[in-house]
C-alpha cells in the first residue's frame, strides 16, 4: 500500500546504499554524514556535503496498463497512481585537498563509486522496499541524458560549475487514492418487450 511519504522514503533508501558502499569499510571515501539529499544550488563553499542526491522530476509509470477500481464493501476505490522518480546524483570537491588536479579525480572515483552502489543494486526484491512505496519490485536506472538536456538541467539549478553528476529513474512508486465512492452491484434487469404498431395506431399481428 502506497502513501504520501513514497518519495521521502524512497529517497532515504536510496541515500542507505549510497551511505553503506561510500562511508562503510575500512576505507571510506566519504563520511556518511556527507552524503544528503540537496541539490547542487544548495552547496556553497563552506558546505562540505560530498554527494547529493536530489529528486528533480516526477513522471508517470509507463510501464503499468491502466487499471480498474478496486470494489470491496460495498464501495469502489480509484487505483493507485503509479509514478517513477527522477534523481540528480551530484558529487562535490573535497574542500580539505589543495591541488585542483588531486580533488578532480576524487570526485571521480566517489562518483564511480556511487554509481556502482545503485547498479549493484539496480533491481530492490519488495521485501526490501517501504510499504509506504509499494509492494512491487523497485528498478534504480540510469537515465541518459544527451549532453544539452543535462546542461538544462544543471543551469535550473545553479550558473556554477558543472560537477561530476549522473541522472536516474526509479520507480514504480505508488500513491494510494483517498477517494472512495459507494458502489452497488447490479443483481436484477427489468426487461420488457413492446409489440410495434403501424402509424395508424393498429397493432401488428402478423409479424410483418
Same mark, same amino acid.
Given at each position: 500500500?502506497?502513501?504520501?511519504?513514497?518519495?521521502?522514503?524512497?529517497?532515504?533508501?536510496?541515500?542507505?546504499?549510497? @551511505?553503506?558502499?561510500?562511508?562503510?569499510?575500512?576505507?571510506?571515501?566519504?563520511?556518511?554524514? @556527507?552524503?544528503?539529499?540537496?541539490?547542487?544550488?544548495?552547496?556553497?563553499?563552506?558546505?562540505?556535503?560530498?554527494?547529493?542526491?536530489?529528486?528533480?522530476?516526477?513522471?508517470?509509470?509507463?510501464?503499468?496498463?491502466?487499471?480498474?477500481?478496486? !470494489?470491496?464493501?460495498?464501495?469502489?476505490?480509484?487505483?493507485?497512481?503509479?509514478?517513477?522518480?527522477?534523481?540528480?546524483?551530484?558529487?562535490?570537491?573535497?574542500?580539505?585537498?589543495?591541488?585542483?588536479?588531486?580533488?578532480?579525480?576524487?570526485?571521480?572515483?566517489?562518483?564511480?563509486?556511487?554509481?556502482?552502489?545503485?547498479?549493484?543494486?539496480?533491481? !530492490?526484491?519488495?521485501?526490501?522496499?517501504?510499504?509506504?512505496?509499494?509492494? @512491487?519490485?523497485?528498478?534504480?536506472?540510469?537515465?541518459?541524458?544527451?549532453?544539452?538536456?543535462?546542461?538544462?538541467?544543471?543551469?535550473?539549478?545553479?550558473?556554477?560549475?558543472? @560537477?561530476?553528476?549522473?541522472?536516474?529513474?526509479?520507480?514504480? !512508486?505508488? !500513491?494510494?487514492?483517498?477517494?472512495?465512492?459507494?458502489?452497488?452491484?447490479?443483481?436484477?434487469?427489468?426487461?420488457?418487450?413492446?409489440?410495434?404498431?403501424?402509424?395508424?395506431?393498429?397493432?401488428?399481428?402478423?409479424?410483418?
Amino acid at each position: 500500500m502506497g502513501s504520501p511519504s513514497a518519495f521521502r522514503d524512497l529517497t532515504t533508501l536510496l541515500l542507505d546504499v549510497l @551511505q553503506a558502499r561510500l562511508a562503510g569499510g575500512d576505507d571510506p571515501l566519504v563520511e556518511e554524514h @556527507q552524503v544528503k539529499p540537496l541539490s547542487p544550488a544548495a552547496m556553497d563553499d563552506d558546505s562540505n556535503v560530498r554527494v547529493g542526491l536530489y529528486l528533480h522530476a516526477v513522471s508517470t509509470d509507463t510501464g503499468r496498463t491502466s487499471e480498474p477500481p478496486e !470494489i470491496d464493501d460495498g464501495h469502489k476505490t480509484r487505483p493507485p497512481l503509479r509514478l517513477e522518480g527522477h534523481y540528480l546524483l551530484t558529487v562535490f570537491p573535497d574542500p580539505t585537498l589543495e591541488e585542483e588536479g588531486n580533488g578532480v579525480l576524487d570526485q571521480h572515483e566517489v562518483l564511480g563509486t556511487a554509481m556502482q552502489a545503485l547498479y549493484d543494486n539496480s533491481v !530492490i526484491e519488495p521485501d526490501n522496499v517501504p510499504p509506504s512505496i509499494g509492494d @512491487q519490485q523497485l528498478t534504480v536506472s540510469h537515465d541518459d541524458l544527451d549532453e544539452g538536456e543535462a546542461l538544462d538541467l544543471w543551469r535550473s539549478f545553479t550558473e556554477g560549475p558543472k @560537477q561530476p553528476c549522473a541522472t536516474y529513474r526509479v520507480g514504480p !512508486i505508488s !500513491i494510494d487514492s483517498t477517494q472512495r465512492t459507494a458502489f452497488e452491484r447490479v443483481n436484477e434487469r427489468d426487461v420488457r418487450v413492446s409489440r410495434d404498431e403501424d402509424p395508424a395506431g393498429a397493432t401488428d399481428t402478423t409479424g410483418n
